[in-house]
């Protein structure tokens, strides 16, 4: 019988992969985030504000906070040409340094998508669809009445073809549209998925995307321009769950197009290196909301969230640490509210289990059996260590 849990296990090594902590010099939500080469980087968040990085994302100081307001995107056309979005619309022409506000019509923009060379389409609230071209010297109000909703999420596979997420009401009817004249006319596909809060879609190319989001399936797949919908397979095949926290944002390396990275609750980001098949689950410090994940090639990549925290990696999110898994040992329920149960092994195998937080303290907790209690936990990513006879083996866990 297992005496206690013990909290420290003198042979494993706790770290927490490749993702660093950034100094942002801000506590404002952060939502997007881009880089224009790996030294220069621009992320932008609530309270209007524009932060800058030329250090490769180290260290950030503000060049822009126009008011109570927020910018939700942030994209670049090339290393001088950007634009950001939200409840206005500013363009630079410097790289980042300075910001010019775009004469529009008032309202809230919400997500925004590069075509051609120097032009982009803004999709926002209520039931706003812009083109811009010539870097922001040209723009152009789309109108279409096959739709009376906004496009909350686009993805544009080429200059013509792109899709875009439009939901009825919080909650409600998801629509995935379509168009084929670069966002002048729209249509819904018609798609028998079930209700699920999407926060992004990603489409590669003009068959294959992905959604992301929260309520039910968190990770879904098409292969048909999404007349139907599949939940993709987690890497690690002895974890039966591995989307337990909301998918918020994707990315998918341009020069590297196999590559795929996406972030959201928890402080988690998931990578797969397989065109989207299956998907791993990265280490990160953070337990925080991270709203926005970009990579500028297979190395160097950047993540932001709440708090005004920003992530860096210079290996792709790679952990060095070498884990052993169990293929048959699985903890559950997963996410936890009170207690959970370690099952596929037998008590007598297991020598001691150690309950490690994601800040790498160590943690102890009541048990009978193998019955662990977290009802006292806080909220967060938790790494469970269960040290038997043949080998020590982690397990994470969320407490929800």
């Not at 994940?293 to 990549?301: A, V």
Request: hydrophobic share 40%; net charge negative; aromatic share 12%.
């Amino acid at each position: 019988m297992l005496s206690a849990l013990v909290l420290i296990i003198s042979s494993v090594v706790i770290s927490f992969g490749q993702f660093e902590l950034c100094n942002s010099n801000t506590d404002e939500v952060l939502n997007d985030v881009y880089f224009v080469d790996q030294n220069i980087g621009i992320a932008v968040g609530d309270s209007g504000i524009i932060i800058r990085s030329v250090d490769g994302g180290l260290n950030w100081s503000t060049v822009k906070e126009v008011g109570d307001f927020s910018f939700t995107k942030i994209k670049f056309w090339d290393q001088y040409n950007g634009i950001v979005i939200g409840d206005a619309v500013y363009t630079t022409n410097d790289s980042g340094e300075n910001w010019n506000i775009l004469e529009l019509e008032n309202a809230y923009f919400l997500d925004i998508e590069l075509i051609e060379n120097d032009a982009a389409i803004i999709s926002g609230y209520p039931s706003i669809l812009y083109r811009i071209d010539q870097f922001g010297k040209s723009t152009e109000l789309l109108s279409d009445t096959s739709f009376t909703f906004e496009i909350s999420h686009l993805s544009f596979v080429n200059d013509s073809v792109g899709f875009g997420h439009s939901s009825l009401f919080p909650g409600g009817v998801e629509n995935i549209l379509i168009t084929n004249d670069g966002g002048r006319t729209w249509q819904s596909i018609e798609s028998p998925y079930e209700i699920s809060i999407i926060e992004d879609i990603s489409f590669i190319s003009e068959e294959i995307g992905y959604r992301g989001g929260w309520y039910n399936s968190h990770l879904m797949k098409t292969i048909d321009a999404g007349l139907h919908w599949q939940q993709v397979d987690n890497c690690d095949a002895s974890d039966q769950n591995p989307y337990w926290s909301a998918i918020i944002d994707f990315h998918i390396i341009q020069a590297q197009s196999d590559v795929y990275y996406a972030c959201g609750w928890y402080g988690n980001i998931f990578k797969s290196v397989n065109n989207g098949d299956c998907w791993t689950a990265l280490e990160t410090p953070t337990d925080e909301v991270l709203n926005a994940i970009y990579f500028i090639d297979d190395t160097h990549g950047w993540a932001v969230g709440q708090h005004g925290v920003i992530l860096k990696t210079n290996n792709g999110g790679i952990s060095n640490r070498v884990e052993i898994a169990h293929p048959q040992i699985y903890i559950y329920p997963n996410p936890v509210t009170d207690q959970f149960q370690i099952s596929g092994i037998s008590e007598e195998l297991i020598e001691r289990i150690n309950i490690i937080a994601i800040d790498g303290r160590e943690i102890d907790a009541e048990h009978e059996g193998l019955i662990i209690n977290m009802e006292k936990f806080s909220h967060g990513m938790y790494f469970i260590f269960i040290q038997t006879k043949t080998g020590i083996f982690m397990k994470q866990v969320m407490k929800s």
